[in-house]
């Protein structure tokens, strides 16, 4: 079965930004095989079925590296509360999160990704295996990490449960075409060191990413600080958990030591800018960093953090902040903020080999964005269009692994209302146990 | 004629913050006669036209406060390129840019401003009676001025031509009941300082608004400090031009004693987030302006600066910037921000007695937000969902003056389609002459 998409202006994300104002791409299967400027060589049209990109955007599927997509029930809850995490989204979570919860919260957020042009995500939550069951009814790619922390949790009565379920995780998903395993020890200093460094084990282990928050919050520091006499980063470093399988999210406090030493471990960071601005929290150094080399993803943050699914909303966000904090409007120009939304996310998940840009031999992972629409007009520079114009509503269809998950701004295997409905069905003892925290909330 | 808007989650923005999750408006003509909780009283409902909003979030017309909505053809040339406006933008608006631009360039952005649920706006550019036209035409409600600027414009071969213009446009325009005529000196820095006055004796004379860009520029800034050892605020303020008729725009850069003089004339200030932002220009200090009340409204800037000309952008951006400028999450909370889209917008105007809230005896400026898509829900903050969630997509009607605009996301009384092909009708001689800056754009 073959496709081909025609009449598209392909941005590739490929090593060149190779780019073709009127191009095409042709999908075998799960992959791409061909690229290149129209027209089309005749002896690949013969029975192939057609797609009229009618001069959209075509894009590498988005990249989204930190996620807790379940957490859709939670947003708009207290969304200007300091420290809500501990004043109530730890307590509410552990009260209130079920596994039914955690199944028809992540199809919500992922039909919300699809529909915004993310076609993989790197999540961490709790009962993980109903995220993966998501991801694979939905047709998302996922990279899935159940959370080790030191404090009882929904799906664990015993602080570090997370241990347990995440390599019964690890071996029951490993290999799967879409979900890849992964194991998400909670944070800096919500785990003893022993637990990060069994968590890390597990990683080595089954050959699977270590994703944690990291160097995020100012208790965080204090406490590193105190107790250790070292940044974050530098304790992860004397432990020995950072290395080309560590993804650390955040990392907005950091020093000069802590970015040298990430970049020597070849480690990748996943920057959230619209979770950390929304907190008033910082910016992360994200120039820095890339010139060190360090790979540096996108993140929306969970629903409850970020509010939207969306990487349009980080992209514009990223420009506005990098640019000013630098005091430089040519800094960033739009290609290299949609480039960490495709090519460099995937090479922070360490996937660059499957997934992040649109070239032969690539998954089809695949996203029209349409210029129809009144906020998407003129256009003499699509990545400019993508970073400061366009939003979820611009995205027009999706292909996952060949799939066509997104037809004309709908869902194609899913029922949007349904989902709602279903999710809505879980929420009634979430919503009685919220009012617990109702003062603040 | 009466209107009964049933089954919304009103935020009347009133000066208690007054919000009803189940209640009603009604429209008679161009006005509200009542809001209140649901049910609407049976003598209200008899021979009335009935609108379910279904639970929609109902607000005020959004205000934008500083625009060139005509600017729409340059919008993503060179975006990301230093020093655009001296460039590029200034000579390429004087030698391409026509009435006939100016005409369609504004009905296609006004149309997106309606679209996104902006219902009034004020604009400067040139041939301004070609914008109040499309106002006229669309059904918005614009105050408008000419630009007065020391250089030869697109309008006027000798510079300074904008003055004569401008007091004919009053003239003219003066009474409208949509359209506010107004005068607005380019900036402190493009016009010589006779001019600035000339231009304030003419908002005097027909007691309209005076606009001007001020305090954005660095090179303003140094402007200034050489050659008056003073700041822009400084300088326009022993000038004799700021009064509460004087609305800056922008006033990035400020010291304590702008801010005093500024608070002191009793004048108000444009704030437009998403252009400084972009620009890497810096963060306008809004915190220390409200608290010393200043009126602050909110602006999207031209298309060409701001890229969207949605409100929901700036809310966004604003969230972010000023939480992070004060490291403080729970600074401006979200209801907030969208009392400066509105109440606060419509005081930076001189028009807080007819616009900006949704109470009796106001214009019936009226927003309908829908719930149902996908970035919607839950929402137990309407304003949260607002400002952390929400994109144009999901504004579904809109009233200007008791008239519906847009019905279910579609303009009532304007063919979209029809209008980009006029646009794009008046734009070959306009991208002709863009091919002189193609290295930098």
Known sequence: MRTVIENGWILTMDSAD??????????????????GKSPVPADLLAGASHVDAGGSIVMPGMINTHCHVSMIPFRTMGDDCPDRLRRFLFPLEEKAVTPQLVYWGALYGIAEMLLSGITTFLDMYYFEDQVAEA??????????????IGQKTC???????????????????????????LIAPHGTNTNQPEFLEKAYALACEYDTLYTLHASEMDYEMDYFAREYHQTPTEFLHALGVLSPRTLLAHCIHMTESDLDRIAAAGASVSH?????????????????????????GLGTDGPSSGNTLSMFTQFRLFASFHKTENRDRSLFPARDIVRLGTR????????????????PGKQADIVMVERNSINMFPCYNPYSALVYSAERANVD??????????RHGRLTGLDETEIRRRLLE????????????????
Chains 1, 2 share one sequence.
């Open 18 to 35: 190779t780019c073709y104002e009127n191009g095409y791409i042709i999908i075998e299967g799960d992959r791409i095989t061909h690229v």
């Open 135 to 148: 991801c694979r009814d939905a047709g998302i790619r996922g990279f899935l990490g159940e959370t080790v």
């Open 155 to 181: 799906d664990s009565e015993a602080p570090y449960g997370g241990l347990d379920y995440g390599r019964k995780f690890i071996q029951k998903w490993k290999g799967d075409p879409l979900v890849s395993p």
């Open 272 to 296: 959230c800018i619209g979770s950390n601005t929304k907190a008033g929290k910082g910016v992360s150094p994200v120039k820095t960093m890339l010139e060190r080399g360090i790979p540096v």
């Open 344 to 359: 460099t996310g995937a090479k922070a998940l360490g996937a660059a080999d499957r997934i992040g840009t649109l070239e």
């Open 397 to 406: 269809r999706v292909w996952v692994a060949g799939q066509e998950r997104v």
């Open 426 to 441: 879980q929420m009634p003892d979430f919503l009685e146990k919220s009012r617990e925290f109702a003062s603040i909330i």
